[in-house]
């Protein structure tokens, strides 16, 4: 089967494009053939589609082969050109070939023209190849040109002499200096002189590895010299190939200057906050979506007593301790939501089982995409505040019922005195002033003098009653001689009237006068604590000691009675049914001591009070 052939015939005779056509079918081909003799139509047939061959007559009337050759190349067209004449000398010949002409072939020789036709459409068809494989290659390297001039990081390549053969436009700016400088120079003046040795040894290595390129980072951080003298840190990957007998080494470099310090910086700010959440007196814990704990600070082991290699990637061992997980869980749904809780007081247990009063906050922890990651709580040992509230509560209720139980004292005392005035000493002065206006009526002497003898023994009755009212209401004698004479009078008083055997032990040696504040407050403990002892006790003895001891004032009133419950005592004072034990607390509270009680029911009762030789500023105030 022949082969196509696209043949553009320059000649002026039809018989003669005639005889090429059928030499070509003789050959092999199916020639697909246009005459065309002029300028203008070979532009046309040129434009019109594309050719295999073009063969033309050397001479025309109109236009020639060298001639349609200028219009050739001026389309751009690399097409077999062969010259078919019947008279052509040597010399136009020679100008035709110089001129581009393929090959020339005599028109009474055509056996040679389609050995020429088949040469020179395999010779374009490789010049075609060679060009394409040219531009490509150009496309290429313009292509990466592009590339190194544009790139980020800078780009350095080295001869087998450490010589700098390329240096892109990165380079230029990260070394301060222009790649016209820098061409022919060794790459050691872009290290500081304490490494390029290591550096030397490192490429020796690279190339007896038979390795041809190292990733990013494979050298580690190291550092560069910019023209200038500044050291700076790099990350660099290195190649290596071989061109022409030689090897070439490509060097890609990083600035990392900015990403070393946004390190730092983030690693100074991780080990400021690590120190804050670890030096807090704040616990601070964070659990992940699932519950499972991610950081325990020393403050969270101090509270909740476990430690943080116990509780890592387990569950939030802190339980709720009343109202149930119902309320955890409900915090938790909120901070799944993004909402951030404050001031939460609650309860807790610890890992001993007791019982901890928290103040807590609750707030999301956002992922790295802003999702929900987990909680960060935020808690504060208040259990002391609360401790202390109660205490409060429980001082505030107990003053409470102190002031209505001394009211109802007062008043008490008050009717009591009022009665004593009215009964007693109203009687005694209304019988004196009868036995007076009698006196009046009489003149027998010895009838006066009865009657005067009965008022003087009534005046000297209410003499007694009224001394004996104002010593219990104070004995003059604690403001005129001090606390032991004091103690001392009151101590015999009761022993007389209750019969009772009641010792007395003072070191009055070791006994000063001491402010009023602490010698009152000491003189009604013992006053309660032996009236408690005369009511209650049912004792035989009682022994009552006084002394100072380490620059504090000790009482002691101890009695060999039936004893007492001391915490059904202090429920009853809570509940203001005891208001002597309570009274005594205050009073001791007030100049800043202490009271202790020591018994047990059938085993008797010691009471002791220590008072501070100077009273505190509340019992000076007071």
């Not at 000649?11 to 300028?39: C, I, N």
């Not at 979506?289 to 890592?312: C, D, H, Y």
């Not at 039936?562 to 009073?587: H, I, K, P, Y």
Request: glycine share 8%.
């Amino acid at each position: 089967m022949n082969r196509l052939l696209r043949v553009l015939i320059v000649e002026d005779s039809v018989d003669d494009a005639a005889l090429l056509s059928a030499a070509l079918g003789q050959g092999g081909f199916e020639p697909m053939a246009e005459r065309v003799e002029t300028a203008e139509s070979m532009s046309a047939a040129l434009r019109r589609q594309g050719w295999d061959v073009v063969i033309a007559d050397y001479t025309l009337p109109r236009f020639s082969a060298l001639d349609a050759l200028d219009l050739l190349k001026g389309a751009g067209l690399d097409l077999p050109f062969i010259i078919v004449s019947g008279t052509i000398s040597e010399e136009m010949a020679v100008k035709a070939m110089k001129a581009g002409a393929h090959d020339y072939v005599i028109k009474g020789n055509l056996g040679r023209l389609v050995p020429a036709i088949e040469r020179e459409i395999r010779d374009a068809a490789e010049r075609q190849g060679r060009k394409r494989t040219e531009e490509a290659l150009w496309e290429s390297q313009a292509r990466l040109a592009g590339i190194i001039a544009s790139a980020m990081d800078g780009i350095i390549t080295i001869d087998s002499e450490q010589r700098i053969v390329l240096f892109n436009t990165a380079a230029e700016r990260m070394f301060k200096c222009s790649a016209v400088e820098v061409i022919g120079q060794r790459i050691e003046r872009f290290l500081p002189e304490r490494l390029r040795r290591e550096h030397d040894r490192h490429l020796q290595t690279f190339e007896q590895s038979g390795i041809t390129n190292g990733g990013m980072g494979t050298l580690g951080v190291i550092s560069g010299l910019r023209a200038d003298g500044k050291e700076f840190p790099i990350e660099a990957s290195i190649s290596q190939i071989e061109a022409a007998g030689q090897k070439f080494h490509t060097v890609i470099l990083r600035d990392i200057t900015e990403r070393t310090r946004a390190e730092e910086a983030i690693l100074e700010t991780s080990q400021q906050l690590h120190t804050i959440v670890h030096s807090s007196p704040l616990a601070i814990v964070v659990l992940d979506r699932n519950g499972a704990v991610l950081l325990w600070n020393p403050a969270a082991e101090r509270i909740f007593g476990w430690t943080e290699a116990e509780v890592l990637g387990q569950p939030n061992p802190v339980a709720p301790a009343d109202e149930g997980w119902d309320w955890l869980m409900k915090v938790a749904r909120k901070a799944s939501g993004g909402e951030t809780m404050a001031s939460i007081e609650a309860e807790r247990r610890r890992k001993d089982g007791s019982v901890v009063h928290i103040n807590t906050a609750v707030a999301p922890l956002p992922g790295p995409h802003g999702e929900f990651a987990g909680m960060i709580s935020v808690m504060a040992d208040v259990t002391a505040r609360k401790r202390a509230e109660q205490d409060l509560r429980r001082t505030s209720d107990r003053l409470q019922r102190l002031s209505r139980k001394l009211l109802e004292i007062q008043e008490t005392e008050r009717r009591r005195i009022a009665r004593e005035l009215h009964d007693e000493i109203g009687q005694a002065l209304t019988a004196t002033k009868i036995n007076l206006q009698a006196l009046q009526r009489y003149s027998d002497p010895v009838l006066i003098s009865k009657r005067l003898g009965d008022a003087v023994g009534i005046v000297d009755r209410l003499l007694k009653q009224v001394r004996d009212m104002s010593l219990d209401l104070r004995p003059p004698l604690l403001d005129d001689l001090g606390l032991s004479p004091a103690l001392k009078w009151y101590v015999e008083q009761q022993a007389q009237r209750a019969g009772l055997d009641i010792r007395l032990v003072v070191e009055e040696e070791s006994v000063p006068r001491l402010d009023p504040a602490i010698e009152t407050a000491c003189f009604r403990v013992a006053q309660e604590a032996l009236n408690n002892v005369l009511r209650h006790a049912r004792a035989t003895t009682a022994t009552v000691e006084l002394r100072v001891v380490a620059d504090q004032l000790c009482l002691i009133v101890r009695d060999d009675g039936v004893g007492l419950d001391l915490s059904a005592v202090q429920q009853r004072a809570e509940r203001g049914a005891s208001l002597g034990w309570l009274g005594m607390q205050e009073r001791v509270a007030l100049t800043g001591g202490e009271l202790q009680c020591d018994s047990s029911p059938g085993q008797g009762t010691q009471l002791s009070a220590r008072f501070p030789l100077t009273p505190a500023p509340s019992a000076q105030e007071n």
